[in-house]
């Protein structure tokens, strides 16, 4: 078992699906084992984010990401960052697979409703900048 990192986007928060996605993550053999509903503010999100801060979309991801609150979530399961990529589908929505929360709830390739860690190493990195290890009930 090992662990990853999700957030439910805004755009998913603002429309109210974070129960059917969270029924997706469940549904496909991962656990939720820590979950908190925050509005990040600029500061958490620049810095959650600072690998992209030279990127022309820098700016508006953080405001997109600072629009409305967001679902911050550590998930366990086998081969937990790989199986929660594929459960979320394609960044772009439009060439994810059927079935995928991505292709099920995304709006479009920003609003695409969920973030997940791309590697072990950052999904500790990830967990560990939203989270304190008492929060996390294995």
């Not at 969270?22 to 979950?35: G, P, Y």
């Not at 998930?75 to 937990?80: I, Q, S, T, Y």
């Not at 709006?107 to 973030?115: D, K, P, T, W």
């Amino acid at each position: 078992m090992n662990r990853t990192f999700s957030i439910i986007k805004p755009d998913a928060t603002k429309r109210n699906i974070t129960g059917s996605i969270n029924k997706i993550i469940e549904e496909n053999n991962l656990k939720i084992i820590a979950q908190k509903r925050v509005k990040l503010t600029k500061v958490q999100a620049e810095g959650f984010y600072s690998v992209h801060k030279d990127k022309p979309f820098f700016k508006d991801l953080i405001d997109y990401m600072t629009s409305g609150p967001v679902i911050l979530q550590v998930l366990e399961g086998n081969n937990a960052v790989e199986h929660y990529r594929n459960i979320m589908g394609s960044t772009n929505p439009e060439n994810a697979e059927t079935g995928t929360i991505r292709k099920t709830h995304a709006l479009n390739i920003q609003e695409n409703s969920v973030h997940g860690s791309d590697s072990d190493k950052n999904a500790e990195i990830e967990i560990k900048y939203f989270f304190d290890e008492g929060e996390i009930i294995s």
